[in-house]
Nanobody, 122 residues
Framework: QVQLVESGGGLVQAGGSLRLSCAAS????????MGWFRQAPGKEREFVAA????????YYADSVKGRFTISRDNAKNTVYLQMNSLKPEDTAVYYC???????????????WGQGTQVTVSS
């Protein structure tokens, strides 16, 4: 069992930056691939970024490539999402998730956090 708690969301102006954190409980954190997803009002949940268990392999949605960076610190049981050059269309609730493969499909992730709101003003 893994429990995930996101933090770091907030209100930022377009062009600004935020760093989201996702703290995991459990001693098996280092075994899981981790992903970030987001859901805007009235839209389906969409993939943002993923990282494998070691941090050596990452995967990004085209919409965030070059602006967002996913990383992890297995000693701290934490995964991060550094978001730069934020745009109003990045506004959404951001969720972290833990699964067995570095995937862009939500169905492959077993555990989910409660989400953190990111709002980007124009």
């Amino acid at each position: 069992q893994v429990q995930l708690v996101e933090s770091g969301g907030g209100l930022v102006q377009a062009g600004g930056s935020l760093r989201l954190s996702c703290a995991a409980s459990g001693r098996t954190f280092g075994s899981y691939a981790m992903g970030w997803f987001r859901q805007a009002p009235g839209k389906e949940r969409e993939f943002v970024a993923a990282i494998n268990w070691s941090g050596g392999s990452t995967y990004y949605a085209d919409s965030v490539k070059g602006r967002f960076t996913i990383s992890r610190d297995n000693a701290k049981n934490t995964v991060y999402l550094q978001m730069n050059s934020l745009k109003p269309e990045d506004t959404a609730v951001y969720y972290c998730a833990a699964g067995w493969s570095r995937s862009n499909r939500a169905s492959t992730y077993e555990y989910w956090g409660q989400g953190t709101q990111v709002t980007v003003s124009s």
